[in-house]
């Protein structure tokens, strides 16, 4: 196996063991994601139904439907006759959560849209729903319920009569070690009874085969469970595929994210510039109020103060017109008293009649002017209660445009604080957008996340092309092989022609010394050179015989090999159908020259006829090509590390045969310790490497093929 620099190729000989898993389902991307850790399982299910093909299929615990309908969309694309059922009663559990009315909605409403066809939800318990199934039918079972292992183990053993005789059961959370989970310990217990296979990414999925006849690639998955290095390709091959379904979930949510973020900022934005508005339209408001209220109390003042002044002057008047009508009643009184006392003094003098006179005129001018000073001072008392009045007017109005302007003063706080919430506003807008760049930016990073497990899945693709493209170029090569197998089939024909050829000579030489033995036995019975000649004889017919046995046996050798080598090839070429494998190796080879290869070997006695018997009966079963044979061929022309002229003359016996030199090295030289120049010494590798020696290859095509990479000297001849 080659390494691989950075753990994510496969070697070419894992991935031809892997060959038979690529199906091109699972490459699907996924209709349905939900909330779910099944996701990172959805290619595997795809794969399942590609490779079981149920026909009925339950599954107990849907929630969301992110396995169920993984499982509907492979039965809808492959348009299989297939039935599903999903039996959940949608309210939840420990395990799972519980959760409301709108997640079944949201199930059956894409369930009545795309899969309504085949597909139908069962609202039940699981022990209710097992009336609704007859025995022996259910050949797809996904269990996930309830997670304990009372649960697991109960749900098993209730459904287990339902299955088919190729049913397959599968157990989500078969990794999961916490919160009570006990799938673990009930998978484990059953797989001592039943094949499976388990993955553990994805909280862990267990593949159970509980049927005794499981389709062909299910039986391969579960024999690959023995095979660490096997098992491990398959684990980490669906753990690829599956992270990408987690990341299209990922850019789902971050597209959804960025949409509630884009409207969160739009009404954010929107708010703002309300309330900008507001505050612009208020401050516009306030200050037209606040022009007015000082336009007004400047013109009260005015007016207060012009009052205060004319109320001053108009006191300082009537307090001199009070002083002044105090002067003038003064005169009136000292008049008065002036003409009472003249009255009085000239009472003597006068006529009273005309004094009483004059003083009535006297008192009634008197009074009447107190009178009219009376009604002054009462119209200046009115003069004054009215200014008193306008006072208080023109007081009161002040008053209020001090509380107005209070309160434009209010206003204008209140305006101050919108203006601060505006600027908080903007302080959260600016952190929207920061944390909406963030959101972009994460998007990005999953965007490109996503464009690599894309990339990843279009080069599994890719490899999945490049393995339908090599089978072609191996049913091509098929071809050439059959017309090089009818070349070889001509090359052993020759070689039965020649052994025939030679038993002939055989039984002549027998006969002549048989011949010359009775012939001269009489005349040199004697004689030491009839004795030289009849050991020369014998000689030359030991030589004979122990060259024919020598072809006997590396046709032996040869037959062996091809089988063993061409059946291996064969199982492991790709596209090689099992009646290509059966197909006799040499079509024609059952006559030579119109003669059965029975009546060529009756001319052979002896050992001679049991070896080619043998050798019939060898080349009888062999199925296959040569494709190793010719594999190493290229695999040595092109190392220029054969000498073929320098071989034959090493090896005179293999110039004798006639056989070709190349072909001689790759299937007897080399594990002889032949060298086939003078840059490789075969036995000086066989003795360095005792791993080659034991197992019989040939020194120089392991050397090229994987020794030369492990490091291996390769030794030149001394």
């Not at 949201?106 to 309504?116: D, F, L, P, Q």
């Not at 090509?625 to 695999?635: A, D, P, S, T, Y």
């Not at 840059?679 to 040939?698: P, Q, T």
Request: charged share 30%; net charge negative.
């Amino acid at each position: 196996m080659s390494d691989s620099s950075d753990g994510d190729s496969l070697a070419v000989d894992t991935f031809e063991e892997v060959r038979p898993l690529l199906l091109r389902s699972m490459f699907w991307r996924p209709a349905y994601i939900s909330r779910s850790a099944w996701l990172d399982h959805i290619p595997f299910a795809f794969w399942l139904i590609e490779a079981h093909r149920p026909t009925t299929l339950v599954e107990l615990g849907t929630q969301f439907g992110a396995s169920y309908f993984a499982f509907c969309q492979a039965v809808d694309r492959l348009g299989l006759d297939a039935k599903c059922y999903a039996v959940d009663t949608w309210k939840g559990d420990e395990h799972a959560g519980f959760y409301g009315e709108e997640v079944f909605a949201g199930v059956n409403g894409h369930n009545e849209a795309r899969y309504s066809g085949f597909s139908r939800l069962v609202r039940s318990t699981f022990d209710d729903a097992l009336g609704y199934f007859s025995d022996g039918t259910i050949d797809l079972l996904h269990i996930d319920g309830l997670h304990t292992l009372e649960a697991v183990a109960h749900d098993f053993e209730s459904w287990l009569p339902k299955l088919t005789d190729d049913a397959v059961v599968l157990f989500h959370d078969t990794n999961v070690r916490e919160r009570g989970f006990g799938v673990f310990q009930c998978f484990e217990e059953l797989r001592k009874t039943y094949p499976s296979f388990e993955f553990v990414h994805g909280h862990g999925l267990g593949v159970l085969g509980v049927g005794k006849e499981q389709k062909p690639l299910l039986s391969w998955l579960f024999e690959a469970n023995d095979k660490p290095v096997l098992r491990r390709s398959i684990r980490e091959i669906f753990s690829r595929l599956g992270s990408s379904c987690n990341q299209a979930l990922l850019l789902q949510k971050g597209a959804e994210q960025q949409k509630r973020s884009e409207a969160k900022l739009a009404e954010a934005q929107g708010a703002l510039t309300a309330v900008k508005s507001a505050a612009a339209a208020r401050d516009t408001e306030v200050a037209a109020q606040i022009a007015k209220l000082d336009g007004e109390r400047t013109r009260l003042f005015s007016s207060l103060e012009a009052l205060g002044r004319s109320r001053e002057q108009e006191t300082a008047a009537y307090e001199a017109r009070l002083a002044q009508l105090e002067l003038e009643l003064g005169d009136r009184s000292q008049q008065v008293y002036s003409l009472t006392q003249r009255r009085s003094d000239q009472s003597i003098g006068r006529n009273d009649g005309i004094a009483a006179v004059e003083l009535k005129q006297l008192e009634q001018t008197h009074d009447q002017e107190i009178s009219a000073y009376e009604a002054k001072v009462r119209e200046l008392e009115r003069d004054l209660a009215e200014r008193s009045r306008e006072v208080e007017t023109l007081t009161q109005r002040l008053e209020d445009a001090t509380a107005e302007a209070e309160a434009a003063e209010a206003a204008l706080l209140r305006a101050a604080e919108a203006e601060t919430l505006a600027q908080q506003l903007t302080g959260e807008v600016e952190r929207l957008k920061a944390n909406v760049s963030d959101r972009f930016r994460e998007l990005g990073e999953v965007g490109h996340l996503l464009q690599a497990k894309t990339a990843e899945t279009q080069k599994l693709a890719e490899l999945e092309a490049a393995v339908d493209e090599r089978v072609a170029q191996a049913e091509s090569q098929l071809a050439l092989e059959k017309s090089e197998v009818a070349k070889l089939g001509a090359n052993v024909a020759d070689r039965f022609q020649e052994l025939a050829t030679m038993s002939r000579l055989l039984k002549d030489r027998s006969a002549e010394v048989e011949k010359l033995s009775r012939s001269e036995a009489a005349a040199l019975a004697r004689s030491k050179e009839a004795e030289a000649l009849a050991d020369r004889r014998k000689s030359e017919i030991e030589r004979l015989e122990a060259n024919v046995a020598a072809r006997f046996r590396e046709i032996a050798t040869l037959s062996r090999l091809l089988k063993d080598q061409g059946r291996a090839e064969c199982e492991q070429m790709p596209g090689i159908s099992e009646q290509g494998r059966r197909a006799p190796i040499l079509g024609g080879l059952t006559e030579v020259n119109g003669r059965s290869i029975s009546e060529r070997l009756a001319f052979v006695s002896g050992g001679a006829q049991e070896a080619a018997a043998r050798l019939r009966q060898a080349l009888e079963p062999i199925g296959g090509l040569r494709w190793r044979i010719v594999r190493q061929r290229r695999l040595v022309k092109a190392s220029g590390l054969f000498d073929a002229p320098w071989y034959q003359a090493q090896n005179p016996d293999v110039a004798a045969a006639g056989a070709d030199p190349l072909d001689h090295f790759l299937l007897f030289g080399g594990q002889e310790g032949r060298s086939p120049s003078r840059a490789f010494d075969s036995a000086a590798y066989l003795r360095e490497n005792l791993d080659v020696a034991k197992s019989g290859l040939n020194p120089l095509v392991h050397y090229l093929a994987s020794g030369r990479a492990e490091g291996r000297r390769a030794s030149p001849l001394r």
